[in-house]
């Protein structure tokens, strides 16, 4: 259970969030909302930045540039919270890594300390799946729970960076196998399934989707006809770049590879608080569960029709019945 | 040489003549650092009459080196400056005592592992170091005074404690010798993990024949007192007198009228799984664990039994052996040795997720494939997979399940049996099945005992067994509960996807899962790995740091059969030369009271973890505490506390303490 007194939150939002998918932000921000946090803005917070891009060329600078966007939360004094896997691997990973090799620290501190910064390693940075699970737990969770789906079938994607390496995440030591992510979305009466390779990548981590999309997408088909196969009404996602592969990616798949696939994709892709939110009795205009039409220019790609269609049956009907 | 000797007999009131030996060690010491410069620096400090050098101090031309001095009358204390103390402390102190020193005015300073060991790359630094050891041990050679040796009578019995392979072995070479053997068993029967094998590389002979007649032979052994389903409970005394408690479970049948009919099984309505199967079989709640089970008493499992009395009427038990009022006996033994052979529990690969186990039903770990192949297992040796009990056409091992993993939730070394089991489980089912496909996956194949290599080389060669190096990064199933297996072939270079009917897991051998309750129980030592710890790791290996306790087989480390018999024989070797000799000695550093100074205050009494210290009425001192030499192992817990400093550690004086410090500053 939460403490009487609010927690505080600095909500890191990184790029795709805010570029692709600024929907994801809406989400989190109300959803939390309802849990009664409070989420602080990171002001000049930047890129993360990249594990795949900036970690591979050049350490050091990430590791700065990663600890420049901590110290922000820790001038806050609050920890950090990101909706990517992508950034909670970068922040996650220099927080622990500074912690342990004191002259690391010793070295990116010197580089900090020319813009006036330090980095102290007082604010961790979490990933709203573990806020949810861990700083809140399930049953605080469930006591905000007004409406359960009676009939959904979700394909629950976790993606690499949230729970690898093992060692630097906060799920004791478990990769191969986790389950938080499906005890949080079981809590909304969705079913999570189980399908082949639930653990293999989306697609586009490691820059693979800049460098050789083919190969990319190659990936994403996989595990694209994998959740098809298992009967997915949705697929749940708990990073922005994961969903940006799976949504655009199916778009993608359905013309690179038409003649490996039997019939296009179109399985609406949904990230976390969305699915959650709407359990919770938020408007889903507020969660960003807007029809495609209303949109212009911004995704999804693939139409969440479909999934509007369960809720209006399983939820809104429902809740006008009682 | 004698008359010699009687002169040269020291008091503690004679002014200290110390002799300082600094050994090279080969290169160990004289490479690093300036022996010649030690020994010149040694002869600056106070007290030191003779100082000199040698390659190795602990030869015969070096010990000789030492005894001339002392016989010379130049010195009347020793200080060598060598290796660590565990190894030749004792072959210096014999040197002194056959010049006619006590032995106990010798002092070693570590100067190897504490020195130029550590320090090998600054040899600077590890000069200093070595000078400040010399000057400690010098100091305190300065406060010695002469100890006389205990001598305590040695009980002529041993307590086994475990009864697979090792510990009937053990128990039967000391028994053989004519000393009295307790085999302490917990399980109701003997034979351990070999009774679940069916075969045994690399000659195919089959365990249980081989087996079973040892396991008579240590029922029927005159010498040897079987106590299984049993406990040691309690262990105290110290070598050649140690007072052991074993518990006695109840079995809940009386053995004598028990005439292991069978009636009572068929009829016990209980059924759970069985042990010995590793949950590929059933028992009964009344039940003898296997066929050939010694002694062969039946046991009622009281966790499992709802007490129905089926089994007790009088139509089904006629001889009326069941006694649901039997009681647990605790029996009190004393004996003069111990040795360990507790064995090992087999890895758990469940928190290995990737690999599927406890997941999908077709996959096993190598010990159930063994109990697939036994001829008197679940499946009388014909494998079947779990799923749908049909022959499998295709099986893959992976090797070093649990093993050689650097990373969370494995053991980092090697079980040294898995190659071998995994290459005759693959064999065996081969010379059965031809046409089956089996890969066995490894990272190297280990096949380093008697004939190993030879077995791994035909089983590649004329059985046409797949070994594909590479380690399975994760598994799957299919509807039909096929096991796809993705890995990499890493001398083709190519990753594989492929399909197989049965996935075998060829998981290690672990420490006992409750192995700290018998480290603390007989005050033996661990080491990294789990396994206990012997004395030394080449030289003593089947000794503890405890004596007269003794270690074998896989409680010390993974070893296969020859190796478990091998260290069976050496450990009641061991134990039957302490017993030999009727009595053995044992160092006096225990605490002395100086009546004088003590009140009486108990503190000691309550610090004392043995149970050492008394208080008694002393005529002429009143309430004052007193000290069960025997008992005490000198931990000095009640001198460091003892508010009027009434109490001194023989050998660690406060006065001998405080040279050394001040030596320091």
New interface residues.
Partial sequence: MVEEQSRKYGLFLGCVIPNRYPFIETSIRNVFDHLDIDILDLPGASCCPAPGVFRAFHIPSWLVIAARNISIAEELGVDIVTGCNGCFGTLRDTWIELQHDYDLKKEINEHLSKIGRSFKGTSEPKHVAQVLYQDLGLDYIKDHIKHKFSDLNVAIHYGCHIAKP??KRPWG??C??PRFLDEIIELTGAKSLNY??KMLCCGAGGSVRSAIKEVSLDFTREKLTNMKKAGADAIITACPFCHLQLDLGQFEVNNIFKDEIDEPFKIPVIYTTQLLGLSMGIDPNLLGLLKNHDLSGVPPFISIDPFLNIVKEQLVKEEIKA | MTEIKEEMKITGNERPKIGVYVCHCGVNIGGVVSVPDLVEYAKTLPNVKVGREYKFFCSDVGQKMIKEDIEAGLINRVVVAACSPRMHEPTFRIACKEAGLNQFLFEMANIREHSTWVHMKEPEGAYEVAKDHIRLAIAKARELIPLDVQKVSVEPACLVIGGGITGMNTALDIATSGYKVYLVERTPTIGGHMAQLDKTFPTMDCSSCILTPKMSEVSRKKNIELLTYSEVTEVTGYVGNFEVTILKKPHYVDPIKCTACGICVDSCPITVGNEFEIGLGTRKAIYVPFPQAVPGEYTIDMENCIECGICARINVCEPEAIKFDDKPEYLKVKVGTIVVATGWDSYDPTELKQYGYGKYPNVITGLQMERLLSSFGPVVGKPVRPSDLKEPHSIAFLQCVGSRNFREGGNKYCSRVCCMYATKQARQYKEKHPEADIYIFYMDIRAFGKGYEEFYQSAAENYGINYIRGRIAEVSEDEDHNIIIRSEDTLLQQPIEMKVDLFVLSTGLEPRADADKVTSLLRIQKSADGFFMEAHPKLRPVDTLTEGIFIAGVAQGPKDIPDSVSQAKGAAASAITLMAQGEVEIEPFFAIIRPERCIGCAMCVENCAYGAIDIIDDRRFGKIAEVNEALCKGCGACSGNCRCSAIDIKGFSAEQIYSIITGRM
Wanted: net charge negative.
């Fill in positions: 093992s060692d030591g478990e191969e196998d082949k390779d």
